[in-house]
């Protein structure tokens, strides 16, 4: 799927709301003929009023006013027969099938739109299909037997538990939290793409602009856009919130991982963007995979919240 298809469909399905709204119309409009009646007198009121541009206010204010009183008239006729509205029943009444809304007073995509776009161009997962929430999250699955981690002695309960905490805090402040990018390390199976998914899922609560996107398929939409056969990655870096699974599952693509990545990191730096990263990554296995620009850009200490899960693979027990 391409974004120039999924604007077709959405002309298609407009088209087709406001074909069957017409036809619907015209329908009630011969078994009530006061309708009939009532919206022709009020179509030569808005005549008039166009005519009236040139009137003193109090004449243009008195034609708004009949056309008002033809509004309750024929409200309450329709309610009468039991009709609720003769409008198109569109599938998203925010942007009636357009694909547009106006934001901050500028024309933008409707969340509707980008969310298809999220899943169905770049391959990502829609928030809907996530499992993940903080009310399933059991702290009893993870031991409590200590393990050496940076030289301290720690155990993987205290570890998720922290991390889950900051999380679920991160999600309830949100957009007003001190640091904006969180990483969860570990190996596979410690709970990093669950927490991730309650994070989501509570943070869409709030905003529908979320990416929650594997790192294989966005590093595929950036060799598609590296060969020409994307569009500008603007949609991707505009996000407000990215969620970015397993970093390092994707392979090594020359002019692609390092400098896709980087460019990645410095959008969302200077958009105050949040990245939420989960890898099974060391520190110093990003530094070598993505270089040391990313990794500083990745682990600033006063913008990235880290957190190194232990213990055993979870699937496994």
């Avoid at 994707?250 to 896709?260: D, L, S």
Wanted: aromatic share 10%; hydrophobic share 40%.
């Amino acid at each position: 799927m391409t974004i120039s298809q999924i604007f077709d469909e959405y002309a298609r399905k407009r088209s087709a709301a406001e074909a069957r709204a017409s036809a619907e119309h015209e329908r009630i409009r011969e078994i009530l003929p006061e309708l009939a009646v009532l919206e022709d007198e009020r179509r030569l009121l808005y005549a008039d009023l166009i005519g009236a541009a040139l009137m003193n206010p109090s004449a243009r204010k008195k034609i708004e006013a009949e056309i008002h009183g033809y509004d309750e008239k024929i409200s309450a006729l329709l309610l009468r027969n039991g009709i609720q509205s003769l409008e198109p029943d569109y599938e998203c009444s925010l942007c009636q099938d357009s694909g547009y809304i106006e934001e901050n007073g500028e024309k933008a995509f409707c969340p509707c739109l980008l969310e298809r776009i999220y899943v169905e161009v770049f391959g990502a997962k829609p928030i809907g299909s996530l499992k993940g929430s903080f009310g399933k999250f059991d702290e009893l699955l993870f031991s409590e037997k200590n393990e050496l981690l940076g030289g301290s002695e720690t155990n993987p309960r205290k570890q998720i538990n922290n991390a889950k905490s900051y999380v679920e805090r991160y999600s309830e402040a949100y957009p007003q939290f001190k640091r904006n990018n969180t990483v969860l390390i570990g190996k596979a199976g410690l709970g990093k793409t669950f927490l991730m998914e309650c994070m989501a899922r509570r943070l869409y609560l709030k905003t529908r602009k979320i990416l929650f996107i594997s790192a294989f398929a966005l590093f595929d939409v950036f060799h598609k856009h590296r060969l020409g056969e994307m569009d500008d990655l603007d949609l991707i870096y505009d996000a407000d919130i990215i969620f970015l699974d397993d970093l390092g599952s994707e392979p090594v693509t020359q002019n692609v991982t390092r400098e896709y990545f980087l460019q990645l990191l410095e959008k969302r730096t200077a958009a105050r963007k949040p990245l939420i990263v989960a890898t099974n990554l060391s520190e110093n296995d990003i530094r070598n995979r993505y270089g040391e620009r990313a990794a500083s850009r990745l682990f600033a200490n006063d913008d990235t919240a880290r957190f190194f899960l232990i213990g055993q693979d979870l699937r496994l027990s």
